[in-house]
């Protein structure tokens, strides 16, 4: 399927780089100009907007991290005046204040067009019915995903969250053909699915996914695809930049970041130095077309890479690959850096296991424990000839050489662990409670 906006999504990579420059230039001179935080933080760092003099001068402007927003609650750092502001999002955060992001206008049309481009990569577009099963409210997902549907001319089913044996009703009886939730939302509505006897492979007309707003792996989408008959894209974005924005196309090989939005970096998490392409780091971006809540070189603390290369699709625009966690979801057991990613990687990979698992950190005496509750696979279960000892010796083998760090597996039964309709928590780190 054609690109949403050929003009700008095919633009040939100089050229890209050209208007990146332009646009980051004019954004530093805006914010040197009216907006108090930024002039502080530039004039802190030395540095002027006169001294962006290439697209590589973004690396002399100071970063911004997520206390920055914190302290500036509810809008101090904000651009715009009270009376051009169209929408509040607030994202909860677990710990301190929340963070609260404005929209002018121009703000909810970038990211309407941010998804329509992302939704089209994903060969969605008129005829398409479209089930929004992500939180609507103060969370960015629900209308988020609904602007950018609509805008593609899709039509939208707004369920939200919750509810689920209706969703399941409406998925049929409505045709949908795509729907966008977390993935382990959707894992839950196709178990609650076949509790009643609806298959949604064979019974809906689902064919796409979009997927995301937490951490899953290479193999679980696989898992899910296999699973339900459909194509499972994985969705990316965070509240501070506008809500969900990029996503992979159709080629499935890393997620398209618009790069006349939004100018991403890699860095090292420790150093802040910049690291090249396939090289993993921090992420760190700069939206480039932001009124109220204009974000420079925002450390967003999630791991991943950057591919600078041209996809298959003909976008031009540069690609990070999937998420492999937070920089604070880290867990480091015994010295040992492990992310919970990992472990989803590692198990989705044995067959006798099932989709879910949960991983409790906690600490005996001086030493951490890591014990994986694990989901046996329906099949496993109630086959008598599988041996559950066996089972459990290898996924324990298999956690171990792929962590290089010993791990405590207990298997549990299938559909005994938490089931969740947002964002999974899948850790429980007892060493900080
Ligand atoms: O989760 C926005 C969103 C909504 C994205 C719907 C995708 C779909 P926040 O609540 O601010 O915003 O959480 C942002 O969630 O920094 C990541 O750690 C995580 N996250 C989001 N998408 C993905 C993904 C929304 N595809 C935080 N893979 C981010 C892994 C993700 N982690």
Redesign the pocket.
């Known amino acids: 399927m054609a690109a949403w906006n050929p003009r700008i999504e095919e633009m040939p990579r100089d050229e890209l780089q050209r208007l990146q420059f332009k646009l980051l230039k004019m954004l530093v001179y805006r914010l040197y100009s009216f907006n108090d935080f930024y002039r502080r933080r530039m004039k802190d760092a030395g540095v002027h907007p006169d001294d962006i003099r290439t697209l590589d001068d973004v690396r002399k402007l100071p970063f911004m991290y997520k206390r920055d927003l914190r302290d500036g609650y509810p809008d101090r750092i904000f651009s715009a005046a009270r009376d051009e502001l169209v929408r509040y999002h607030v ?1 909860s955060g677990t710990t301190g204040k929340p963070t609260v992001v404005g929209y002018t206008r121009h703000d909810v049309e970038i990211w309407t067009e941010s998804l329509a481009r992302a939704f089209t990569s994903c060969g969605l577009g008129r005829g398409d019915v479209v089930q929004v099963s ?1 939180g609507y409210g103060l ?3 629900g209308l ?2 609904h602007y950018g549907a609509e805008r593609i001319g899709a039509t939208v089913l707004p369920t939200s969250v919750g509810n689920t044996e209706r969703q399941i009703e409406l998925m049929q009886d409505l045709h949908v053909t795509a729907i966008a939730c977390t993935p382990s939302y959707l894992l839950h509505m196709g178990e609650v699915a076949e509790k009643m006897g609806v298959s949604i492979q064979d019974d809906t007309d689902l064919r796409a996914g979009i997927l ?5 792996s290479e193999q679980m989408r696989e898992r899910i695809q296999d699973w339900l008959g459909i194509r499972a894209y ?7 930049l506008s ?2 924005m990029f996503t992979e196309c159709t080629e499935q090989k890393g997620i398209h970041i618009w790069g006349d939005l939004a100018l991403a970096e890699i860095v090292d998490p420790e150093t802040g130095e910049p690291l090249g392409p396939g090289e993993r780091g921090e992420l760190t971006v700069t939206i480039l077309q932001k009124e109220a809540l204009p974000i420079i070189r925002y450390r ?3 791991i991943t890479v950057m591919d600078d290369g041209t996809c298959a699709c003909g976008r031009t625009h540069p690609r990070i690959g ?2 492999q966690g ?1 920089v604070d979801d880290m867990l480091i057991i015994r010295g040992i850096n492990v992310f919970p990613s990992q472990v989803e990687h590692t198990l989705m990979q044995i067959p006798d296991v099932g989709r879910h698992f949960q991983i409790v950190v906690d600490r005996r005496g001086a030493l951490d424990t890591m014990l994986v509750r694990v989901e046996v696979a329906e099949e496993a279960f109630s086959d008598k000839i599988t041996d559950l000892m066996v089972v459990k010796k290898k996924v324990e083998h298999r956690l171990r050489s792929s962590l290089n760090v010993g791990v405590d597996v207990e298997l549990v039964e299938p559909g005994s662990l938490p089931r969740f309709e947002g ?1 999974s928590k899948k850790v429980i780190d007892r060493r900080s409670m």
């Open positions: 994202s992500y969370f960015t997902g988020g995903a995301g707003a937490e951490p899953w994985d969705i990316y974005g965070t509240s501070e809500g969900p967003i603390g999630d999937r998420i937070r964002k």
